[in-house]
């Protein structure tokens, strides 16, 4: 009798610790189901690369693309060679590429190097936007950026127009194998063929340096003296120019046509050094490309290729309008 009301105690205390245990972890199991899921913080991760991060003008891409962004709940970073450096450009693409993106944006600074990495990636299956640089034969899903050829070709219009068919002319160009720049020269030269007195005498390349623009100014200004009017084709290259023709005083006898609008070119322009500028969309550039890669991503068909505006503007147009694509705040 003892034996067996020890054993019955034994039975009912095992049987109570095994309910219990199996009602605490249904207990916990369901709280934890019912516990809210944390909500995902990005819905996609993009990469925009630049040929030179530390530029005011690529730095209003990126403020366009990183407001976009912010109000799409993609993860954006924006990476690249500090300086101007195409071997860096191409190895940050692919390193992107290797992290499994979900689209990358990038400057496609010449076809030949471009099209054939751009068409890898693509077959990796990230899909890659270009910007402000095309290389229109690759694999990329769409282009935004300045018509090239044709802002050149309003720069060559401005100039004739205000030096009334005459005027000898040196061009300083961000870099010879850029094909946003050979566009922009292209475009430039055809719009002053028809013009007798427009000579074009000399064509130099900055390296997408101020530095570099005032040192090849300086050095048309000793071999060709009779150069009086210049066009410096990417955002760095007027304020190069102007500096040296400020500082041998000729300002008064030398036409500059620039492009872009960072804080130094419209000092220059209230001074009367730059006459007239090329604008583009910075901004405007890097909000829309983000939007195109989520519509992409979503299935939604997308523009091939997409131009944002581009005009010239002369002192009496400044303030420009709207401040997001021209105001760099430093
Ligand atoms: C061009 C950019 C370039 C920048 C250099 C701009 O005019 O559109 O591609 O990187 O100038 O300063």
């Not at 530029?55 to 993609?74: P, Q, S």
Request: charged share 25%; aromatic share 10%.
């Amino acid at each position: 009798m003892k034996r067996f009301l020890y054993g019955s105690c034994i039975l009912l205390l095992s049987v109570s610790v095994t309910l219990s245990i199996y009602f605490t972890f249904k207990v916990l199991s369901i709280e934890a189901q019912s516990k809210p899921i944390p909500p995902k913080k990005y819905d996609y991760h993009f990469v925009l690369v630049p040929e030179e991060l530390d530029n005011d003008y690529w730095r209003l891409v990126e403020k366009g693309a990183k407001d976009a962004a912010k109000e799409h709940h993609v993860l954006l970073e924006y990476v690249g060679p500090a300086q101007a450096d195409l071997k860096e450009q191409i190895k940050t693409i692919e390193r992107s590429a290797a992290s499994r993106v979900d689209g990358l944006l990038t400057q496609a600074l010449n076809e030949k190097q471009f099209t054939p990495l751009i068409n890898k990636i693509d077959l990796q299956g990230i899909p890659v936007i270009t910007i402000d640089t095309d290389a229109p034969k690759s694999n990329r899903i769409a282009y935004i950026g300045t018509n090239n050829y044709y802002s050149g070709f309003i720069a060559g219009l401005a100039l004739a127009k205000d030096l009334k068919g005459k005027a000898n002319v040196a061009i300083i160009t961000g870099r010879f194998e850029a094909s946003h720049q050979q566009l922009r020269v292209q475009g430039f030269k055809d719009a002053v063929k028809n013009y007798k007195g427009i000579k074009v005498i000399a064509i130099e390349e900055s390296n997408i340096s101020r530095v570099q623009a005032a040192e090849k100014t300086y050095t048309i200004l000793k071999e060709h003296p009779e150069v009086n009017a210049f066009f410096g084709t990417s955002a760095l290259d007027g304020i190069g120019i102007a500096k040296v023709i400020q500082q041998f005083h000729r300002e008064n006898s030398t036409y500059i046509i620039s492009f872009d609008v960072l804080p130094e070119t419209i000092a220059y322009l209230k001074e009367g050094v730059i006459e007239a500028t090329v604008v583009q969309e910075p901004y405007e550039m890097g909000y829309q490309a983000i939007k195109m890669m989520i519509a992409h991503l979503e299935g939604k068909r997308i523009a091939n290729s997409i131009y944002t505006e581009t005009k010239v503007v002369y002192r009496k147009d400044l303030p420009l309008v709207p401040e997001r694509n021209y105001e760099v705040r430093r």
